[in-house]
Every structure is written in structure tokens, then in C-alpha cells.
């Protein structure tokens, strides 16, 4: 078992090292983007789409393709679902992977095409209308998503891509969730070895295939009755494992 107070003076110290800039990251892999209307269907398109895409791989550089994809009047239609679907496959699949927004050119743009279909046939190719239609509610919008729907939400179902989807919408556009307290932190590779790290989860948990569940579930538990969210802490962690695991004084 963890001891949760240790962990939790831990947290504190990694909490203010990073808001006071000594973990880095002033720039984070989203700021790449072009300062649309905050509560546009456009911004909200543009950072759910690529997020599909985003594993396994350097959060910079997708965000960056992104962007590059997005400022080209060649390339841009591809944010629009509507338009997406009136273009042939090689249309799509070509402004997907000139900035390289799009790394396996079939699988991914299969992606993108599906994730266009699904957002034009229930909501008219505004994505704002799912979190309406759901309340605001980060729990119905997990389920919907994840377990009703999950077949068409492809990669955007997935237990990191999720959560954390629901984090940058809630950081980019101008979205107020009705239950922020329940959006978990999202597990990828730098927050599940930052948890390792602090001892909240053990070595034998992270060889496990649902690694990603347990430190999430791990998270909610800890900061039960605390000042914290679970989200609060997943930026911090993201970066004190990307830069190097300072250390925690």
C-alpha cells in the first residue's frame, strides 16, 4: 500500500515547482494551434480531431502538424467534417499527410474520415452539440463515447485519449464541465511513470495491460476529500517526467 499523506506532500511540491515554472513547459504541445473563437465550432473541431491520432507519438510534432494543416487553404478543409466527407479518400488522405498530421496514411485517415462521418450524422458536424446534448456531464459523456458509442468514436474512445480530450477541450475552448471533479487524470506514458515515481502505483501494476485504469482509479482515490481535482495534477506530472523526474524537495 502507498502512504498518502508522503505522496500528497509530494504532490504539493511537484504542484508548486511546476506553477512556479521550474518544470518547464510554458509551451505545451496544444499551443500550437490558431487562437480561434474559443467557443467556435471551429477551435472545437480543431482540437478534437488530431486527437485521434495522438499516440504514440510526440505531442509537439502532432500539434505543430496540426497547425501547419490548418494555416494551408490547400489543407484546411480537413477540420470541416462536412466538407471532409464531399472529398475523395486520396483528398483526405494527402492533407493528412503533407504536415504529417497523419503518420500510417491509410489507417489513420480511415480515422479521421470515420470520426467526420460520426460527428455529421448526430450532431451535423458540430461537435459542440455532443457535450450539449450530454449536459455538460463528464461521466454521460465518457459513457457515451466509450462504451454506447465506441465504434464510432475511433481512438477518441480510448481510456488516455479520452480523458484527455475532455481536459484540452476544458482547457482550449470556452466549455464549463457540470462534474470537473469526476474528469480523471489522463494516463499516457509520462503521467503512468510519474505515478510510479511517487509510489502510487508498484512495479508489478505497471506491467499490467489495464495500467492506464489503475492510475486513474488510483488518482480519484488519493485525492478524495482533498483540495484537489485529479486533473489539477496531470499537467505537472506530464512534464516532471518529461523533463527528467526533478527532484522533489
Known sequence: MY??????QKV?????MWKNGKLGGEIMPEDANPHLDKSSKENYLYF?????????RNS???????LNTYNDKETNFVFNPTVCLDKTFEEVQYALIKYKI?????????????LCKTFVELYDGDIRKLFDS?????????????KENKKKFPYLSGTKICNYWL????????RKYRNIEHLTVAPDTHVVQATHRLGLINDEELTKNDVQLIVADRWNELFKETKYKPIDIHTPLWL???NGFKEVK
Open 3 to 8: 502512504n498518502k499523506e508522503n505522496i500528497l
Open 12 to 16: 504539493d511540491i511537484i504542484y508548486n
Open 48 to 56: 478534437t480531431l488530431p486527437m485521434a491520432l495522438n499516440y504514440q
Open 60 to 66: 509537439y510534432k502532432l500539434w505543430e502538424s496540426a
Open 102 to 114: 497523419a503518420l500510417q496514411k491509410q489507417k489513420q485517415t480511415e480515422i479521421w474520415i470515420s
Open 134 to 146: 450530454l449536459d455538460n456531464n463528464v461521466d454521460k459523456i465518457r459513457n457515451f463515447i466509450q
Open 167 to 174: 481536459y484540452v477541450i476544458y482547457q482550449y475552448t470556452d
Open 240 to 242: 516532471w517526467s518529461r
